[in-house]
């Protein structure tokens, strides 16, 4: 069962209508009613009761998101989230990283402190903390330089402002943060493969294959770096699927065919009966 955007959209933030100045695009934009004048909404196309929310030229008329561009716009955002998320996860552990830098040494004897109360009871289960992987990983740190882990603490901010900042374009649909999350996940999946490499978990699988297929979306999906036409194609579509333009298309089409089939039907466009379009433009109240 597939998926009405336009509709889905309209029911959580409402319809946008718009009154052209052209007489032909404004006669097929609204339709007059025993409760009053119906305008047709430019993202879902049903018309709606009231005085429509804008007016003036068709070509000032808002750039309505209307089926494929809201379903990417809705996959833009699951994406935006989870940059987010991850941003915020990693300024913990810049911050972690960056106080621990600061009381390096405080840690250290707290920790051989507790090692010694627990060494006899790990003993007395079988463990060995001495030669525990973990306890060695974590000994080590204690022997960072000072300056080694603020630059490790700096690396991890800059990563986590890139990832927030990313999402934020995202969420809006901005074509730098698509630009940019290309290039910024691009660059980390070599690390990610190299992880696997070391040791393999669904996590780590999920996780790649997410940042994989997000690559591959938004590249040739969204026509990045001159893919499929590029920039101007992608224009080109988005503005083809506006129902502004569509309108002003079939009106150019019929003028050309030298007879305006929906001059005496439906405002709605050629092909549709006035009653049904009264009749759903009566239904809304």
């Keep these: 069962m597939s998926i009405d955007w336009d509709r889905r959209h309209c029911a959580r933030k409402g319809h946008i209508t718009y009154a052209p100045d052209e007489p032909r695009l404004k006669e097929k934009l609204h339709a007059p009613t025993?409760?009053?004048?119906?305008?047709?909404?430019?993202?879902?196309?049903?018309?709606?009761?009231?005085?429509?929310?804008?007016?003036?030229?068709?070509?000032?008329?808002?750039?309505?998101?209307?089926?494929?561009?809201?379903?990417?716009?809705f996959i833009l955002r699951f994406l935006a989230v989870e940059r987010v998320l991850r941003g915020l996860l990693v300024i913990l552990a810049a911050w972690?990283?960056?106080?621990?830098?600061?009381?390096?040494?405080?840690?250290?004897?707290?920790?051989?402190?507790?090692?010694?109360?627990?060494?006899?009871?790990?003993?007395?289960?079988?463990?060995?903390?001495?030669?525990?992987?973990?306890?060695?990983?974590?000994?080590?740190?204690?022997?960072?330089?000072?300056?080694?882990?603020?630059?490790?603490?700096?690396?991890?901010?800059?990563?986590?402002?890139?990832?927030?900042v990313e999402g934020v374009g995202l969420w809006f649909g901005k074509r730098w943060a698509e630009y940019l999350a290309v290039v910024a996940t691009a660059a980390f999946l070599p690390i990610e493969i190299y992880e696997l490499t070391e040791k393999?978990?669904?996590?780590?699988?999920?996780?790649?294959?997410?940042?994989?297929?997000?690559?591959?979306?938004?590249?040739?999906?969204?026509?990045?770096?001159?893919?499929?036409?590029?920039?101007?194609?992608?224009?080109?579509?988005r503005r083809g699927e506006s129902l502004m333009e569509v309108e002003e298309a079939a009106g150019e089409h019929l003028g050309r065919g030298g007879a305006d089939t929906a001059a005496g039907g439906a405002p709605g466009g050629p092909g549709k009966e006035p009653l049904p379009v009264r009749q759903r433009a009566a239904d809304q109240l």
Excluded: M
């Excluded at 429509?52 to 068709?58: C, D, L, R, V």
């Excluded at 808002?62 to 089926?67: A, D, I, N, T, Y």
């Excluded at 040494?105 to 060995?128: I, N, Q, W």
């Excluded at 997000?214 to 080109?236: D, M, N, P, Q, S």
């Design 34 to 73: 025993a409760v009053g004048t119906a305008w047709r909404c430019l993202r879902c196309g049903d018309f709606v009761l009231g005085e429509p929310h804008g007016s003036g030229p068709a070509d000032r008329a808002p750039l309505v998101p209307r089926g494929r561009a809201l379903r990417d716009l």
């Design 200 to 237: 393999i978990s669904y996590f780590k699988i999920g996780t790649l294959a997410l940042n994989v297929v997000a690559v591959l979306y938004i590249l040739i999906g969204k026509r990045l770096f001159g893919l499929r036409g590029g920039h101007a194609a992608f224009e080109a579509e």
């Design 96 to 164: 972690a990283v960056w106080r621990f830098s600061n009381s390096q040494d405080s840690v250290r004897e707290l920790f051989d402190k507790d090692l010694t109360v627990f060494r006899p009871v790990a003993r007395h289960f079988g463990y060995d903390l001495d030669h525990s992987p973990v306890v060695d990983t974590i000994q080590k740190t204690f022997d960072y330089k000072k300056s080694t882990l603020q630059k490790a603490a700096a690396g991890l901010g800059a990563y986590a402002l890139i990832e927030v």
